[in-house]
Nanobody
Framework: QVQLVVSGGGLVQAGGSLRLSCVVSGRSFSSYSMGWFRQAPAQERVFVAAVSRSGLTTNHADIIRGRFTIDRDNAKNAVYLQMNNLKPEDTGGYYC????????????????????WGRGTQVTVSS
């Protein structure tokens, strides 16, 4: 069974940066398409970014495009979310997710397509 361990959240001032990490263990990491989601208090979990199994294809939500970047290192079994120019509205719990799919170039935007989830890490952006 795959396990996802998320780290890197914290408190930062608006305009600052954070880098989230998600380390995956239990199965071949390169078999998984990976994604990041976030959830603000009393709101639904929403898509942030996704990366294909190979790392060559990425997709970012419009609300964070140009500020956040997803990437992965298959040699380290890790996926990252670099978050720059953070805004107070970026505050929330950030979740890493994995989907075991056969297509190497596919990215997934829907949370229902992911089968494994890590525990969230809290990101708080102060104004």
């Amino acid at each position: 069974q795959v396990q996802l361990v998320v780290s890197g959240g914290g408190l930062v001032q608006a305009g600052g940066s954070l880098r989230l990490s998600c380390v995956v263990s239990g199965r071949s990491f390169s078999s998984y398409s990976m994604g990041w989601f976030r959830q603000a208090p009393a709101q639904e979990r929403v898509f942030v970014a996704a990366v294909s199994r190979s790392g060559l294809t990425t997709n970012h939500a419009d609300i964070i495009r140009g500020r956040f970047t997803i990437d992965r290192d298959n040699a380290k079994n890790a996926v990252y979310l670099q978050m720059n120019n953070l805004k107070p509205e970026d505050t929330g719990g950030y979740y890493c997710a994995a989907a075991d799919i056969p297509i190497t170039a596919m990215v997934l935007r829907s949370s229902s397509e992911y089968t494994s989830w890590g525990r969230g890490t809290q990101v708080t952006v102060s104004s």
